[in-house]
């Protein structure tokens, strides 16, 4: 990409709830951010006591939940910074708060 072409923020809220797999999406803004750029964004929140050994799974909703501990190795192995990464209500589903986390990367 030519440097017209990066960007100082991507910000991506209620949008990996329906996709799985988050790695090409860390690689994408990676190479889309300028260096000192930030990545924030939203996703639902799949408790860390889950079996679930990818990180992520699709719920009956047809929405994905992810790990913390997933979405922080992926930003480890994109060598971005954890900024910020909060776990709280996000939404509301039927009157019922939905766990997510929020993060801003760097």
């Known amino acids: 990409l030519k440097k017209e072409n990066m960007y100082n923020?991507?910000?991506?809220?209620?949008?990996?709830c329906y996709i799985g797999d988050l790695d090409s999406i860390f690689i994408s803004v990676k190479k889309s951010i300028?260096?000192?750029?930030?990545f924030?964004?939203?996703?639902?929140?799949?408790?860390e006591s889950h079996g679930e050994e990818k990180g992520?799974?699709?719920?009956?909703?047809?929405r994905f939940a992810h790990?913390?501990?997933y979405i922080e190795?992926?930003?480890?192995?994109?060598?971005?910074?954890?900024?910020?990464?909060k776990t709280c209500p996000i939404r509301?589903?039927?009157g019922k708060d939905v766990?997510?986390?929020?993060?801003?990367?760097?």
Do not use: P, W
Request: include cysteine; aromatic fraction near 10%; glycine fraction near 4%.
């Open 99 to 106: 766990k997510g986390i929020l993060a801003i990367l760097s």
């Open 9 to 16: 923020l991507v910000f991506a809220c209620d949008v990996f």
């Open 73 to 85: 190795s992926l930003a480890i192995k994109h060598s971005f910074r954890i900024l910020a990464i």
């Open 56 to 62: 992520f799974i699709l719920h009956q909703s047809a």
């Open 92 to 94: 509301k589903n039927e």
């Open 34 to 38: 300028v260096a000192d750029g930030m």
């Open 67 to 69: 790990k913390r501990s």
């Open 40 to 47: 924030a964004f939203s996703t639902e929140c799949l408790e």
